[in-house]
């Protein structure tokens, strides 16, 4: 099934809904979805932001997978007539300041190609300090970043994310020495 972009962002917006948009041999994911596969479930793809229109009147953000490797990334994925989706409860609070950092970086270069790596050091930099949170252990205040507090705010059991988890308490091992 083919569809305009304008509904494949509407579909990537569905609350609850994690959209993988069917596009031949590779799977899109756009917007809200892009933002719960790379920020919440923690996948490393990479992020490419666009500007269409006439007037600029529409920006996303899109990440793409070999529709082969599906399985591999998602497990309890539904078939749909537009590609698959996954039902959950994603917290999307997040969503907002790291849709609008692709785009303030480049403001005067659309259509340009930039890793989620970037965009995190954009992020701490520009304006995520101020959410960072303190938590006291062992009487020692350990600062978790954005994407930690987004990771324990979303975390849920049954997940098959041994590797993130890991990488996730070896952050606070080294913050606590």
């Known amino acids: 099934m083919n569809i305009n972009i304008k509904e494949k962002l509407k579909v990537s917006q569905r609350q609850g809904f994690l959209s993988l948009i069917d596009e031949g041999s590779f799977l899109r ?3 809200q979805s892009a933002f719960i596969v790379t920020q919440i479930l923690q996948h490393n793809f990479k992020i490419s932001a666009y500007t269409i ?12 997978f070999p529709k082969r490797n599906l399985h591999f990334y998602f497990k309890n994925i539904h078939k749909t007539a537009w590609g698959y989706q996954l039902t959950g409860e994603y917290d999307l609070a997040d969503y907002d300041n ?28 520009a304006y995520l300090f101020s959410n960072e949170r303190s938590v006291e252990i062992e009487g020692k205040h350990i600062y978790l970043n954005p994407k930690q507090v987004m990771f324990l705010r979303n975390w849920q059991r049954g997940y098959d994310n041994n590797i993130v988890i890991e990488n996730f308490i070896e ?3 080294r913050k606590l020495r």
């Open 29 to 31: 994911i756009y917007n």
């Open 171 to 173: 952050s606070l091992q």
């Open 98 to 125: 790291w849709f609008k950092q692709f785009f303030a970086q480049t403001n005067n270069n659309l259509n340009k190609n930039i890793t989620t790596q970037q965009s995190d050091s954009h992020l701490a930099s």
């Open 53 to 64: 229109g006439k007037l600029q009147q529409y920006q996303f953000v899109y990440c793409a």
